[in-house]
């Protein structure tokens, strides 16, 4: 038996009103041994091991930073939307801006959803109104 296998057995029989003589003939080891291992007690607990991180959910991750928490917060009140639905629509209003700037021969084929390869439906919308994939609209 390891010697904290042994702290942690001298420990418990401790606790259970066994004398240091009684603890020694039960692991075969000397008193002192017992005595030794009682006033070190018994070794500090493991620590936990860390829960597994969930994995990574598929979309677009982007970088923690002071001012686009700023420019978020900004937009999600105003549009009274989840910050989500906010960053999507500001991706959408970008893309359209590009788009109408291209030259007037050049495609661009609409953005596909990855899980379904289906195109990202269009939804035109009012003043003040954000849009996500899903078709869910927020005023």
């Keep these: 038996m ?12 401790t606790e259970r009103s066994m004398t240091p003589q009684e603890i020694a003939s039960e692991l075969g080891v000397s008193v002192d041994t017992v005595r030794r291992d009682q006033r070190e007690g018994a070794p500090p607990a493991p620590a936990p091991e860390p829960e597994p991180a969930a994995p990574a959910a598929a979309g677009l991750l982007l970088p923690d930073g002071l001012q686009l928490r ?35 021969g050049s495609t661009v084929r609409p953005a596909e959803r990855p899980d379904t390869g289906q195109p990202i439906r269009t939804v035109r919308t009012a003043v003040r109104t954000v849009q996500t994939t899903e078709g869910e609209q927020y005023a």
């Design 2 to 13: 390891s010697r904290a296998t042994r702290r942690i057995v001298v420990a418990h029989l």
């Design 70 to 104: 700023l420019d978020l917060g900004v937009l999600t009140a105003a549009y009274k939307a989840q910050p989500e639905d906010v960053a999507r629509f500001a991706i959408h209003q970008a893309a359209r801006i590009v788009q109408r700037r291209m030259p007037s």
